[in-house]
């Protein structure tokens, strides 16, 4: 099921109309922190435990995707900026 849902979201991705994108990417950002949530939960675990190692990963590709996606919006917002004369 994995593999098939990353093969699903990749194309549903794609096919997403430009002026839907910027909604797209908050919901993304929102479901990257309830990740970041659970990864620090996961964290937490004993040390060097599976758990634990998988919880870091989890909050740094979390967090890039956040970042990534704040980075992203701002651009597309810039654009719509007025220039100044």
């Known amino acids: 099921y994995f593999i098939l849902a990353g093969f699903l979201?990749?194309?549903l991705i794609w096919s997403?109309?430009?002026a839907l994108f910027s909604?797209?990417?908050s919901t993304s950002n929102s479901l990257s922190?309830?990740?970041i949530l659970g990864g620090m939960l996961m964290a937490s675990l004993p040390r060097g435990s599976a758990a634990n190692v998988l919880g870091c990963i989890a909050i740094t590709v979390a967090a890039i995707n956040?970042?990534?996606g704040f980075a992203v919006s701002v651009r597309m917002?810039?654009?719509f900026k007025a220039e100044k004369r």
């Open 16 to 18: 997403v109309e430009p």
């Open 9 to 11: 979201g990749y194309y």
């Open 66 to 68: 956040v970042f990534g």
């Open 33 to 35: 922190g309830v990740v």
């Open 77 to 79: 917002l810039s654009m």
């Open 23 to 25: 909604p797209l990417m």
